[in-house]
């Protein structure tokens, strides 16, 4: 934070004092041994990053007054005083810092990731964000058999008076397995956590189902470059409680035949939400699209009528769908 401080043009003597003082207003505490580290980490938009900056240059001189006049303990008096076992620490008067920096900055209603995954503070307290989205693991549609890679490193520098071994070697476990993906956005807690902007919260539903569809682990591609995107892609827009479709995949998936772990996996989640729909009915479903590769069209006997030919199409009909208010969630 100092050193953005200082490129905002606040004096790099005074830049410690002031970004103490402010974090202070904000109502956080620092580590004993690092008085310039906060207790906790701390979660805050881009945007908000700013307006704290161009706070701490507007009040700078109110805030270095508060940096060396702010009580560690104790309780202050009327007169502006801390004291502790007959200690008096000067106070900086509330008044010298006319912004109230908890609400500026806490109160920050453009932050989408935010919005999206929450923030949980334990102090100050009131300023928690629920999130609007779930997450769940990926579950693998058939019984995962887990693989060894082993490696090894030849040191080519070895003297030969040293063993022919090699540097290193090692196991790396890996699995190739079907997958399923799960995750919701509660579309009313997301215009709510953006302040009511739903151009804003529109944009952020747009983000979010594109990165759910093309976003892959960036662990240990070098080794694997597991770059599969989906074979099989469903969006539900509804104004009930969300369903997960894990339990499609309760008894194990495997190939058979013509039939190929992708292929199976697909005939078994159309059934499944076929029978859901017969035991729940589907009153509370507003719509539901789906979009997969061609060759395992012929797998959705159920959910035929809800094909788009690409996943553009579908983002496109889910957000026609998405109502930000009692309608859908």
């Known amino acids: 934070m100092t050193s953005r401080l200082i490129t905002s043009g ?3 003597k005074d ?12 109502g956080l505490d620092f580590e004993s041994k690092n008085p310039l580290l906060t207790e906790f980490l701390v979660f805050i938009g881009r945007q908000d990053i700013e307006r704290l900056m161009q706070l701490c240059v507007e009040h700078q001189t109110a805030l270095l007054v508060a940096s060396s006049s702010v009580p560690t303990d104790g309780d202050i008096d009327a007169g502006g005083e801390s004291s502790r076992k007959g200690r008096k620490t000067k106070v900086a008067k509330r008044e010298n810092l006319p912004v109230d920096f908890k609400k500026a900055i806490w109160g920050g209603r453009d932050a989408v990731d935010l919005a999206l995954f929450g923030r949980m503070l334990a102090k100050p307290s009131g300023f928690n964000i629920d999130a609007a989205s779930q997450v769940a693991h990926a579950l693998s549609t058939n ?3 887990a693989e060894f890679d082993f490696f090894t490193a030849v040191d080519s520098l070895k003297p030969p008076s040293e063993d022919a071994g090699a540097g290193m070697l090692g196991t790396i476990e890996f699995n190739s397995s079907c997958y399923y993906r799960y995750a919701n956005v509660d579309l009313r807690q997301l215009l709510e956590n953006l302040g009511g902007n739903e151009a804003l919260a529109r944009i952020a539903l747009r983000a979010f189902l594109q990165a759910a569809v093309e976003s892959i682990p960036s662990g240990k591609q070098n ?4 770059h599969n995107p989906p074979s099989f892609v469903m969006s539900v827009v509804r104004d009930r409680a969300p369903w997960s479709l894990a339990n499609a995949f309760v008894k194990p998936i495997a190939p058979r035949g013509e039939t190929d772990l992708v292929a199976g996996s697909v005939a078994a989640l159309d059934g499944y939400w076929d029978r859901l729909t017969t035991m729940y009915g589907d009153g509370g479903i507003v719509q539901q699209t789906v979009c997969l590769d061609p060759a395992y069209a012929d797998r959705l006997p159920n959910l035929a009528d809800s094909q788009v030919p690409s996943v553009a199409a579908l983002i496109d009909r889910t957000l026609d769908a998405a109502a930000f208010d009692d309608r859908a969630g």
């Open 15 to 26: 830049a410690d004092g002031i970004a103490v003082a402010a974090l202070r207003e904000l």
């Open 143 to 145: 019984a995962l058999s």
């Open 10 to 12: 606040v004096a790099e």
């Open 223 to 226: 080794t694997f470059a597991a």
